[in-house]
């Protein structure tokens, strides 16, 4: 009766040998999460976060620098005899707050018991000194240093852009698997455009600690430790006083100024009004304040330097002028009756040459000079004979930069529009269209969308008779002191610097003798300029248009200006323009008055006043 | 005839080396345990748990000589002396008995004292040696069995007061030694049903499950069964009483068992429910030990030993420690030794003549077995935690000379097993 026992308890006592063994190969071979568990329990791992790299002007004034922030972190599993009473007292807030964070850092997805999730964000160094002398008392919580941007000068705002954490679709995106959760990314801007460079490499400590959190020391003595690598610093094109002048002249108007260097492309100043305060987009109240900047009805978020898109108004005829000359429908000497029954005109001028046409923006003439390139008689059929013309002149305009984007370096770049014989198929459904559909195109009207940034390239390209490079802003990055490859490259036009020349001569004679030389003439330098008036819709006034590069001989500024709602080219946009260029080339203006005509911002009562001044110039006391 | 017994040369070597061999790890251990790198003390060091188990460890030398110089008939004739001795200290501990770790089960002068439970184990396996080997004793006997339960019941039940719930339960463990003596197998198969029961009642939550599979294992049953009517209403009554027990153990375990024990009980179906609370120790343990891979991190180089993450370490939780630093392949080791020191032990068991000394080689056999297999079940997740040192190395002065005494009267009366009078 008892033999059997015997052997069933050994046979017990071998399985229960056996399923332990099963069991531990399987917690200690099999199944790899405890190791990992073991790590985080005793490894704690510090990101060190970079410094992301400095922006400045290009005289070498600081724009965008780093200012220190700080964060708490929270590891529940660590968190022992926690003191609410004393917390709330040292951190300030109700003990409803305080249960408020806990739910908060419990819902957020990367919560785990195990690895340290942020509690409280964006704790100024104030915030900070308070509670570090408390912070041994309450173990679990950990402080992470980091930084954060700060702005010397609310200027340039919108093309420098912001900077805040990592959305979840962005970390979706990122392929390069960089980033996590709680990072700092650039969002518009230069900040968004240069991220990569400006961003710097995260490094990382791991550290020993026991069960009650205290640091023990090293993992290995610091040998997996990496430092941080700072971001590369950026240098801007900007001419930080020059940007800081436009935008004061741009107080209270919409619109936009762009100054480029024209030998290099460098941006010199980039305004767009209205703007805001860059720093009040970071820090703690970076929400509120994004939700009352971004709901604001004049809308300063949308850079419209690179972003509006205009209709150019008569400074296209200048592009308009250099085509026909390509395309040798007309020579500098042609005349052409200026007929006010075919199109709208003003000023006292009846029948000029190709320079004075411009001077004196007469629209009969353009609208003769567009219908002889696009109906060149090259077949019989007037639609086909169009369609050849337009074709042509599209490839000529398009040239210039006009009707696609740049390749600024800041996003959001809108690419404007140069119509072609495709487009108008569209927009007709595919009935016959011809010259006298499409004539406003003349004038710069129509169905013609230009940016501003086009513009001032434009004028570039006039003032280097004939190529430009692609407008940036950064001209150097971190230590190779270089731009970005594809911004030192340069790009010509389909059209002859020959024709540049005539070009020049007519803007030229725009600022001594034409519509601009109220407002856009100096003294001290020759300015070649064109003035615009772009229709806008009743009652609104029209929008002020001007390009200009100054000085004539080896030009070190070129821009354009608009302005909306501000009426004719002459006004606003001119006064604007030579101000930036006395700003620019001599420091300060000469011309107070100028200066408080813009400012006042009534751009229609104080014709008389002026025309009464240079009523008093005679000519001949002009001086250049 | 008078044999010549040569002590040294009888004694079981095998056992007496795989003592050792437990007892020097299980030092080893215990030194890994409280080692702190940036001390650095040495394992001889009084003021670590290691230099005292080394004090024990010497203690215990001068116990098994006087176990193994002791007349071996000592035993035999002393056994109810010394287990009624144990069962009077064991009423005594709650009254001048100090509070450790929720429970009062020390005694002592100072901080010279030990903890009588562990003395009482082997003290009942010498009582139950005598009476299952005395003239005229059946196993089928009601009243013999009764009497048996009694001695078992009866340290249980002191323990229990000294509120040490799992120092109490080893007690139960001497039913595989009445299983092996001959009792009916009905009341282990009972045993076993209720425990297997009591599981699945906490695995499924859901009680009708239960009630529904009983009623249609009952449905089955009696349709393929003889349809006698003797048989359907056993039957029934069987289910009925099963459907009792299920609601009882219900009962038992939101009613009568307290928070902390329903808790480890819960930690145990579901050990990732609560990692910060009741699953924290299994948690932690299975952590140390998963981390140890297959060959383990390293003597004293275990970062959840050295920087205190297994609570309990040095006692309850002291496998983690062989788990994290020796890796599988010490838990094979340790796992072996102690399955070879059992089926040694059994071996010796059965060799006996003498019924006494069989009965107590069972006890012995059971005792080391249920410890072995709770504990380590334990730090893996398999048991819920109820507080069980692992013999020879959980650090304890007690608990170290109630395993050496326990196994060395073995010996010695193994050693002396061709002399001891045959009884039936």
């Known amino acids: 009766m008892n033999e059997g026992r015997k052997e069933l308890f050994q046979l017990l006592i071998i399985l229960t040998g056996i399923v332990f063994l099963v069991k531990l190969f399987f917690i200690q071979v099999v199944d790899s999460r405890y190791a990992e568990m073991a790590d985080s329990n005793a490894i704690l791992r510090q990101p060190e976060y970079p410094v992301r790299g400095l922006i400045t002007d290009r005289n070498g004034k600081l724009i965008v620098y780093n200012t220190p922030e700080f964060r708490l972190d929270v590891l529940l599993k660590d968190v022992r005899n926690f003191d609410t009473v004393k917390f709330c007292t040292v951190f300030e807030m109700s003990r409803k707050e305080l249960r408020k964070k806990f739910r908060e850092m419990k819902a957020r997805r990367e919560f785990s018991p195990y690895k340290p999730t942020v509690f409280m964000d964006q704790l100024s160094s104030t915030d900070f000194a308070k509670v570090q002398d408390y912070l041994d008392e309450f173990p679990g919580f950990y402080v992470l240093a980091r930084t954060t941007r700060a702005y010397t000068t609310p200027a340039f705002a919108n093309a420098l852009g912001y900077v805040s954490e990592i959305s979840k679709r962005q970390l979706d995106d990122d392929e390069s698997r960089i980033y996590k959760q709680g990072d700092y990314v650039g969002q518009s801007g230069i900040e968004a455009f240069y991220e990569e460079q400006l961003r710097g490499t995260r490094g990382i400590r791991f550290k020993l600690r026991n069960v009650k959190g205290i640091i023990k020391g090293s993992v290995g003595g610091g040998a997996y430790d990496t430092l941080s690598i700072p971001g590369l610093d950026l240098v801007t094109g900007i001419d930080l006083d020059l940007q800081q002048y436009g935008e004061f002249l741009m107080k209270g108007k919409a ?12 941006i010199l100043a980039l305004v767009s009004g209205p703007s805001y305060d860059p720093n009040l987009l970071t820090g703690r109240l970076y929400s509120s304040n994004f939700r009352q900047i971004s709901s604001d009805t004049n809308k300063p978020l949308f850079n419209r330097p690179l972003m509006a898109q205009y209709r150019p108004g008569s400074i296209f005829k200048i592009a308009q002028a250099m085509t026909a000359l390509q395309e040798g429908v007309i020579n500098p000497d042609t005349r052409i009756r200026c007929d006010r029954t075919i199109i709208n005109c003003h000023g006292a001028h009846s029948n000029e040459d190709l320079r004075g046409a411009i001077e004196n923006s007469c629209n009969p003439y353009f609208h003769n000079v567009l219908r002889r390139m696009l109906n060149q008689g090259k077949v019989n059929d007037p639609y086909e004979d169009t369609r050849i013309g337009l074709a042509e002149w599209n490839k000529h305009i398009m040239s210039f930069g006009f009707g696609r984007t740049l390749g600024v370096d800041l996003p959001n770049e809108k690419s404007g529009l140069i119509p072609s014989p495709a487009y108008y198929d569209g927009a007709y459904h595919n009935r016959p269209w011809k010259f006298s559909n499409i004539y406003s195109l003349a004038i710069g009207e129509g169905e013609n969308l230009v940016v501003p940034i086009q513009m001032a390239n434009f004028a570039a390209t006039v003032a280097n008779k004939g190529y430009y490079f692609i407008p940036h802003v950064v001209k150097a990055i971190g230590a ?64 002020s248009v001007f390009i200009a590069f100054a000085p004539r001989k080896d030009p070190q500024i070129a821009l354009s200006v608009y302005v909306e709602d501000a009426g004719q080219g002459a006004r606003a946009a001119a006064s604007i323009a030579s101000l930036m260029i006395e700003k620019y080339l001599f420091g300060k203006t000469k011309r107070p008055y100028i200066e408080q005509y813009v400012l006042n911002g009534n751009f229609e009562d104080v014709k008389k006043t002026v025309e009464v001044k240079t009523e008093e110039e005679k000519p001949g006391e002009e001086r250049r | 005839m008078k044999r010549e017994d040569s002590i040294s040369e009888n004694l079981d070597w095998t056992t007496i080396s795989l003592y050792g061999a437990l007892v020097i790890l299980g030092w080893l251990n215990i030194y890994a345990v409280g080692y702190d790198e940036n001390v650095g003390h040495s394992i001889f060091t009084l003021s670590l748990n290691s230099g005292r188990q080394l004090l024990f460890i010497g ?161 089955l049953l009696i349709g393929f069964g003889k349809k ?163 013999p020879f190395f959980s650090y304890g002065g007690s608990s170290l000379w109630g395993f050496t005494v326990l196994l060395f009267i073995l010996l010695k009366l193994d050693a002396h097993r061709g002399s001891l009078l045959q009884r039936l």
Not at chain 1, 524 to 530: L, N, Q, R, S, T
Not at chain 2, 78 to 92: D, P, Q, T
């Open chain 1, 255 to 266: 619109g936009s100024i762009v100054a480029i260097e024209p030998s290099t492309g460098e």
């Open chain 2, 59 to 219: 203690a215990s030398m001068i116990i098994i000589l006087a176990i193994v110089v002791l007349d071996m008939r000592f035993y035999d004739a002393f056994a109810y002396v010394i287990y009624g001795l144990l069962m009077v200290i064991l009423v005594a501990v709650p009254f001048i008995g100090k509070e450790v770790g929720g429970n009062k089960a020390w005694i002592g002068i100072g901080s010279f004292g030990g903890q009588p439970s562990e003395l009482a184990k082997f003290a009942t396996a010498l009582a139950i040696a005598k009476f299952v080997g005395s003239v005229g004793f059946r196993m089928d006997n009601f009243r013999n069995q009764a009497i048996l339960f009694a001695l078992i019941g009866l340290p249980m039940v002191l323990i229990l007061l000294q509120k040490d719930t799992g120092t109490a339960l080893v007690f139960a463990c001497f039913m595989v030694v009445f299983f092996r003596e001959g009792m009916s197998p009905f009341l282990m198969i009972v045993g076993i049903c209720g425990v297997a029961i009591f599981i699945l009642t906490l695995l499924i939550p859901n009680q009708w499950y239960l009630h529904g599979a009983i009623l249609a294992i009952l449905l």
């Open chain 1, 480 to 543: 190779d002191q270089q731009p970005l490859p594809e911004y030192r490259v340069r790009h010509y036009t389909s059209i002859d610097s020959a024709y540049f020349r005539v070009a020049a001569d007519a803007m030229q004679q725009v600022v001594e003798s034409g519509t601009g030389q109220y407002r856009a003439k100096l003294q001290d330098v020759i300015v070649c300029g064109k003035t615009g008036t772009v229709e806008n819709n009743p009652p609104l006034f029209d929008h």
């Open chain 2, 228 to 390: 006698k009517l003797k048989r359907i209403v056993l039957l029934t009554l069987g289910a009925g009483l099963i459907m009792g027990v299920i609601e009882s153990v219900d009962y038992v375990i939101t009613d009568v068992l307290k928070p902390h024990q329903q808790n480890r009980i819960k930690a145990l179906i579901n050990p990732d429910a609560d990692p910060l609370g009741y699953g924290w120790n299994v948690t932690q343990s299975k952590i140390a030990i998963g981390s140890g891979g297959l060959s383990g991190k390293g003597f004293l180089q275990g970062t959840q030993t050295k920087f205190d993450f297994v609570p309990e370490q040095s006692t309850d939780f002291i496998f983690c420690t062989i788990g994290e630093e020796e890796g599988w392949l010490g838990s094979l080791i340790v796992v072996g030794l102690f399955v070879t020191l059992l089926l040694r032990i059994i071996y010796i068991g059965e060799r006996q003549k003498n019924r006494f000394a069989r009965v107590y080689a069972y006890g012995v056999a059971s005792i080391f077995f249920f410890h072995f297999a709770v504990n380590i079940g334990m730090t893996v997740g398999l048991f819920p935690v109820i507080g069980i040192p692992l």
